[in-house]
């Protein structure tokens, strides 16, 4: 599996920095709010997991399931709900907790199906962000933790083909493994 990887771009120690930097935002910003965060299955289990340890303020957590209808390296913006919230959003402020923005496709899906559910407010936290790759206009980070170039890049929840996701690093993966 470690040969497979060309180069790390984030650490563990590196990681843990970003996450703890925005868990102190997040929790000056939602002091005396509701917060409810929506972690999208399967890239941000991670990331959800220490994020939320990173928060200093009590909130409630909710996962959804979704799959893009895509190939293995590139969304189609069709989304199929595969498991959904259990949590009523009403009166809830709504941080939705991304691995990636990549064209933005999923996001601006998930984002519209939840704001049709009335919070109180909804916001997007992501690990990572490809500026260069966004597809649609209506999406952006609230909260993002570093931006990547176009390269994909997998490990710390991220998968290519379901692979990777245990890494502790980020990485950006070799392209002769999803180019044979
Ligand atoms: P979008 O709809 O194109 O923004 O795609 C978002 C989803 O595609 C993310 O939640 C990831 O599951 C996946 N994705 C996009 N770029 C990468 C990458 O570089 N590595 C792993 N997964 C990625
Ligand atoms: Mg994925």
């Not at 996450?19 to 289990?45: A, C, E, P, T």
């Not at 199906?113 to 009335?118: A, F, M, T, V």
């Not at 083909?161 to 002769?176: A, F, T």
Request: net charge negative; hydrophobic share 40%.
């Amino acid at each position: 599996m470690l040969n497979d990887i060309e180069k790390v771009y984030y650490s563990e120690e590196k990681l843990k920095s970003i996450v703890d930097g925005l868990g102190r935002q997040i929790s000056d910003d939602y002091k005396g709010k509701n917060l409810l965060l929506v972690s999208v299955l399967k890239g941000s289990v991670i990331f959800m997991a220490d994020l939320m340890r990173a928060i200093t303020i009590p909130c409630a957590i909710d996962f959804m399931c979704v799959s893009s209808y895509s190939n293995k390296t590139e969304s189609s913006g069709v989304v199929k709900i595969i498991k959904d919230l259990d949590i009523n959003l009403e009166g809830y402020d709504v941080l939705i907790v991304e691995d990636i923005l990549d064209s933005g496709k999923t996001l601006s899906y998930i984002r519209k199906l939840l704001l049709g559910r009335n919070p109180n407010s909804i916001k997007i936290c992501t690990l990572l962000d490809k500026p260069e790759r966004r597809a649609v206009d209506d999406i952006w980070a609230d909260y993002s933790g570093a931006e990547v170039p176009d390269e994909f890049v997998v490990g710390y929840g991220l998968d290519y083909d379901e692979k990777y996701r245990n890494l502790p690093y980020i990485g950006v993966l070799k392209r002769s493994i999803y180019e044979k």
